[in-house]
């Protein structure tokens, strides 16, 4: 039987002897229970109420003897209410103590002669009443004192409510000793009975604890050796069937594994030891050629930084080149509006010569009439002799002035075809000259987009080389940020090799079994691969241009 069923049957035992001792234990309660709710529900009310008849029945004695003793007439109908009261709460208290508070038959028999003497009571009565009121107060007394009156009825009333008192505190005092004796043989049964299941589960519980105890000590002195001479082929007893053994074949295989893996750390701390020479000696290498890069990439920095300087010369040169274009195709602009201007304006100065044209040939015409007209008025003066001198010499005259107005019309004739011609020879010109404006303004227009273009792209460049830049600059970072990760990779090289020499001296503290064959084969592990000197790539020279090299370029 192994720790846990023991366990497990001396728990099951304990706990039976607790359900057993609760179940004993419920039930004695339950009758405790029951007796004293017999007695709060039927002894005690009883009890109360017969002490309030027998108060009432003392009480009637008492109105009874004033009713015989009073001297005032006036004052008998109140004592006689008092009577008649008196005897109706009795035969209500009667009444109710029969159906509430009645605990036994005999108790029943007691209610019920109580109820025939209240009757035997009200029923002498009247006798009494009568002689006490005619002052026959030797009759009315003898009825009280004597028999056969109220007061021998009273008394037995009384005599039997004390028979009923008396029945009711002999039930709860049986009661109180089955209580009682119930309780004393309870309390030794329940002694008897814990004292009896304590020694029994102690029994088991000490034997299964020193058996434990016994096979732990064995356990415990086994690891203290263990620990003290740190001998690992040490083995534990593993004879028990139980827990115990179960541990000490786990302790067992424990040691074991724990001997094949302190050989095989031995074995792989030697290895460490090889591979973190060989790790730092890669380290050291690589550090320097991450040095002469990073010197690359300042210089290639350096540089980057002049050429983004120039390009952002050109795109500040490019921008004033492209407010001057701007400027001069304005200017084109507004001179070929001013051309179509002046074009419109000597048009208008052509069509008003054709206009003066017209209206100095009217005026010759009106002078060539004017003169004939002159010339037919003198020869109609000469006709008229004498009488028409005046009017020749006005003729003449007309005819010298129709003569003149006519030169002169023909003079302002020849020069208006003259500013004509020179005017129609300027429109032509002037035209000429929008349309070479026009010209100019395309080209100027051309000369602008063009020049904007190579702003745009010019700007475009300067930030393509600003990134460039950025990226060296973060390449830069990135190489010094990997020497120092190289110098603290060796650094820790170096700590691995002196911690796998620790690990080997503790190593060796300790007393193994035999090794397996596959822990001793790791001493001779291979060189980690991708760390040889030999197998490094040279540090790549200034001039030759690899495959980054040319992603570089054409970016």
Request: aromatic residues 4%.
């Amino acid at each position: 039987m192994n720790i846990t069923q023991r366990l497990l049957l001396t728990f099951s035992l304990m706990s039976l002897a607790l359900i057993s001792l609760v179940i004993v234990t419920l039930s004695l309660l339950s009758g405790f229970q029951s007796r004293f709710e017999y007695v709060q529900d039927n002894a005690i009310p009883s009890i109360k109420d017969l002490n309030s008849l027998v108060d009432k029945s003392n009480s009637l004695v008492l109105f009874l003897y004033r009713h015989q003793t009073t001297d005032d007439d006036r004052k008998l109908p109140a004592i006689e209410q008092d009577i008649n009261r008196t005897i109706e709460e009795i035969k209500n208290l009667n009444e109710y103590y029969l159906i509430n508070d009645v605990s036994s038959e005999e108790d029943r028999q007691l209610t019920n002669t109580a109820i025939d003497l209240t009757k035997k009571l009200q029923a002498s009565l009247p006798v009494f009443l009568n002689a006490s009121k005619a002052n026959q107060n030797e009759i009315a007394l003898g009825l009280l004192q004597g028999t056969g009156g109220p007061g021998e009825a009273v008394r037995n009333l009384l005599a039997n409510y004390r028979k009923q008192f008396d029945l009711n505190v002999e039930m709860g005092d049986a009661l109180r000793q089955v209580n009682k004796r119930v309780y004393e043989q309870t309390w030794f049964g329940l002694l008897s009975g814990t004292l009896l299941i304590v020694l029994l589960i102690g029994f088991f519980a000490v034997r299964t604890i020193l058996g434990i105890r016994k096979s732990l000590n064995n356990m415990s002195q086994t690891m203290e050796n263990v620990s003290t001479h740190l001998d690992l082929t040490i083995q534990a007893d593993d004879r028990r069937k139980d827990e115990v053994g179960n541990t000490a074949r786990a302790f067992n295989s424990l040691m074991h594994r724990v001997s094949s893996a302190l050989a095989s750390v031995s074995a792989s701390s030697q290895s460490v030891s090889s591979a973190a020479t060989q790790i730092a000696a890669g380290n050291e290498d690589l550090s320097s050629r991450t040095e002469e890069q990073a010197a690359s990439l300042e210089q290639t920095a350096a540089s980057m930084t002049e050429i983004s300087e120039t390009v952002r010369q050109n795109a500040e040169n490019t921008q004033q080149a492209s407010l001057l274009a701007g400027n001069a195709s304005r200017i084109s602009i507004n001179s070929a509006d001013s051309v179509n201007t002046m074009l419109n304006t000597m048009e208008h100065i052509r069509t008003s010569s054709g206009k003066i044209t017209d209206i100095i040939a009217l005026i010759e015409g009106i002078a060539f009439q004017t003169n004939i007209l002159a010339l037919n008025a003198a020869v109609e003066a000469a006709r008229a002799g004498e009488q028409g001198r005046g009017f020749a010499v006005v003729a003449g005259e007309v005819r010298t002035l129709a003569q003149r107005s006519s030169t002169a019309a023909r003079e302002i004739k020849d020069l208006i075809d003259a500013s004509n011609s020179l005017v129609s020879a300027g429109v032509d010109q002037a035209s000429d000259v929008g349309k070479n404006m026009s010209a100019m303004k395309d080209a100027i227009q051309q000369v602008t987009d063009l020049v904007n273009e190579i702003a745009a792209a010019t700007e475009e460049q300067s930030r393509g080389i600003s990134q460039v830049h950025q990226a060296v600059n973060q390449m830069d970072d990135v190489t010094q940020q990997n020497a120092s990760l190289v110098e603290e990779a060796s650094a820790a090289s170096q700590s691995l090799q002196e911690q796998a020499s620790t690990l080997s001296q503790l190593v060796g503290q300790f007393t193994v079994g035999q090794v397996p064959s596959l822990a001793l084969a790791s001493a001779s592990a291979p060189v980690l691969p991708g760390i040889s000197t030999s197998r490094l790539s040279p540090v790549r020279k200034k001039g030759v241009v690899t495959q980054d090299e040319t992603d570089w370029q054409s970016f």
